[in-house]
């Protein structure tokens, strides 16, 4: 099934006054990142980095790089986490020598939820263990693997004159490197000239004390060489909201700007579940390319019960025979399967336009259904208010808007969004817009009537199209679900 490790999924459902309404997605494929050349500091020992985060590829991706700075090869500090372990990490060296390096051994892989983390440095500070706190979703990390404090009286790459800082990039001693890691990044801020705690960036909910949410930056201090990037001009995504200098962008366009945010969370694919062999995958986790190899599927980072949601997926190439393979997945005691074990899955076949229960195990039966489609941008209306599937090709309901009857529940109670393909050889690439981030190009733009940005509509609009009643359908994300789901 879906592995989904504890992280800050409830703060997008939590009450709040404030609302982060963009982020950023780098994309390590695309070599993506920001970068700042700095000026006279208000210290050279003292600063705050506070970012949001939503991890990227996992299991086999490389690493991703937050934030770093250097003024040469000899000196420079790097924040990142180690995709090869899952562990975040500060490196740096001054002077040619490693000064500064320390290890998490909590481990990050959880590709649904939003986290939030905090480096406050003060090198003036006597005992090591203050100069250097970090935070994760409001709690101080104090479990290193590897721990080399600077120095006292350390300079800091990250604030000194002339020194370049990199956001989503890594500062190597040939130049600049994403490592093909990336993440959706939002609020990110960094404060030159104070230590500063969680409180200052973030609240617990007052109903819950476990839940971690974001809270307004802007009337904050931000010190010579602070910034704060907000995203929420998508024709200068490197805008300063602080009123400084803007960041360079590189590899940036306005579709990398996102609705997924810490506090409206979206579903994206989840490179933890894979059946048979694992894909590739970019752009949020929302692009996928599939193995060489028969049976390959993935599904979705949210789990449906009931409500009514749609997706949609772009098949962008196709797999060979067109053997291409889209709908829901139910999770099971074995596992979240694509066709699923009985009657807990259901997919949307390309090769035939038929629908499809059981498929990997082979025991499963094949039905009518709609239209054949290799390269088509297909939408899926999963109704589980009264137990029906639809689909739709180019915006094209199919099957005259007779639904699939989904049947029996999974043991676990949810569906999951799923997609892959069948083919004994070659791949597909498979491009999924669930409305926060979309992995192809939307040119409609069209939204559930709150969230999301779609290709085609989700709504019905008052017609007949879905078993000759009118229907709206949802964006996945956690706005709709702590409402609807």
């Given amino acids: 099934m879906p592995l989904i ?22 994309n390590g494929d695309d070599d993506s990142y920001m970068h700042k050349t700095l000026g006279t500091p208000t210290s050279t020992k003292i600063c705050t980095i506070s970012w949001w985060m939503k991890q990227h590829a996992l299991m086999g991706g490389g690493d991703g790089p937050i934030f770093s700075a250097k003024t040469d090869t000899n000196n420079r500090h790097v924040v990142y986490w180690d995709n090869s372990g899952g562990l975040m990490k500060i490196w740096g060296k001054t002077g040619g020598s490693v000064n500064f390096t320390l290890s998490t ?7 649904s939820a939003w986290q939030h983390h905090v480096i406050a440095i003060d090198t003036n500070q006597s005992t090591d263990t203050n100069r ?29 004159d002339s020194s370049v800082a990199y956001v989503a990039a890594y500062a190597t001693s040939g130049g600049v490197d994403v490592f093909g890691g990336a993440n959706f990044l939002a609020e990110f801020v960094f404060i030159d000239g104070q230590q500063l705690t969680p409180t200052s960036f973030g609240e617990f909910d007052e109903d ?8 307004d930056v802007s009337e904050l201090t931000f010190g010579n060489n602070g910034f704060y990037l907000d995203f929420e001009d998508s024709a200068n995504l490197g805008n300063d909201a602080n009123g400084g200098t803007d960041l360079t962008e590189v590899n940036l366009a306005a579709a990398d700007q996102a609705t997924d945010t810490p506090t409206n969370n979206f579903c994206v694919m989840n490179p933890l579940d894979n059946y048979n062999n694992a894909a590739t995958f970019s752009e949020g986790n929302c692009k996928l390319v599939t193995a060489s ?28 025979s067109d053997y291409n393979l889209i709908g829901i997945a139910g999770d099971t005691a074995e596992g979240s399967e694509l066709g699923g074990t009985g009657t807990y899955g259901y997919g949307y076949h390309g090769n035939d336009g038929k629908y499809i229960t059981d498929v990997i195990t082979g025991g499963g039966a094949a039905y009518a259904y709609g239209d054949t489609y290799s390269t088509s941008t297909i939408g899926v209306y999963i109704d589980l208010d009264n137990d029906k599937l639809y689909f739709a090709k180019d915006g ?37 817009n ?20 779609f290709e085609y509509s989700p709504n019905d609009d008052g017609g007949s199209s879905f078993d000759g009643a009118a229907k709206n359908f949802l964006a996945i994300c956690t706005k709709n679900l702590a409402e609807y789901g």
Avoid at 105 to 111: A, E, G, I, L, S
Avoid at 136 to 157: H, K, R, V
Avoid at 295 to 310: A, E, I, P, R, V
Avoid at 396 to 402: D, V
Wanted: glycine share 12%.
């Fill in 5 to 26: 490790l504890p992280g800050n999924v409830a703060s997008a459902t939590a009450a709040t006054g404030f609302n982060v309404d963009n982020s950023c997605r780098f």
């Fill in 208 to 215: 819950s004390p476990t839940i971690w949410k974001p809270k």
């Fill in 293 to 320: 190899s028969p049976y390959y599927y993935n599904t979705g980072t949210f789990g449906l019960s009931n409500g009514k949601w749609y997706y949609e997926c772009k098949v962008a190439s196709s797999a060979p």
């Fill in 434 to 453: 669930f409305g926060g981030c979309s992995a192809f190009d939307v040119a409609s733009g069209n939204t559930d009537g709150t969230y999301g940005n």
């Fill in 132 to 160: 250097v706190k970090w935070y994760m979703n409001g709690t101080q990390i104090t479990s290193f693997s590897e721990t080399t404090y600077p120095g006292e009286d350390a300079l800091l790459e990250f604030s000194k």
């Fill in 396 to 432: 094209a309901i199919q099957n005259s808007g007779t639904g699939i009857s989904i049947g029996t529940s999974p043991p676990h109670g949810v569906f999951y969004p799923a997609g892959g393909e069948q083919s004994t050889s070659g791949s597909a690439t498979l491009e999924f």
């Fill in 105 to 111: 051994t909590q481990v990050f892989k959880d590709p």
